[in-house]
Nanobody, 123 residues
Framework: QVQLVESGGELVQAGGSVRLSCAASGRTFSSTHMGWFRQAPGKEREFVAAITWSGIRTYYADSVKGRFTISRDNAKNTLYLQMNHLKPEDTAVYYC????????????????WGQGTQVTVSS
């Protein structure tokens, strides 16, 4: 079992930056692949970024590549998502998630989810 708590969501103007954090407890964080997903109103949940347990490899959705950076601090059991050059279409509830086993971009391969944090980008 793993518990995930996101924080850092806020209202920001287009072009601005936000840093999300996800504090993990329970299951060994340092050996777990992690990801960020988001869900906008009326839309399905979508993959944003993922990172291997070691932090060596990262993966991004095309829509955020070059603007968002996923990272982790295994000593602090914390996952991060640095979001720069934000656009109104980035408005969504952002969720961190822990993978069940291998690295994946599919939500169904992540078994543990946080409660989400709202990011709103105004134009």
């Amino acid at each position: 079992q793993v518990q995930l708590v996101e924080s850092g969501g806020e209202l920001v103007q287009a072009g601005g930056s936000v840093r999300l954090s996800c504090a993990a407890s329970g299951r060994t964080f340092s050996s777990t692949h992690m990801g960020w997903f988001r869900q906008a109103p009326g839309k399905e949940r979508e993959f944003v970024a993922a990172i291997t347990w070691s932090g060596i490899r990262t993966y991004y959705a095309d829509s955020v590549k070059g603007r968002f950076t996923i990272s982790r601090d295994n000593a602090k059991n914390t996952l991060y998502l640095q979001m720069n050059h934000l656009k109104p279409e980035d408005t969504a509830v952002y969720y961190c998630a822990a993978a069940l086993s291998g690295m994946s971009r599919a939500g169904e391969d992540f078994g543990y989810w946080g409660q989400g944090t709202q990011v709103t980008v105004s134009s």
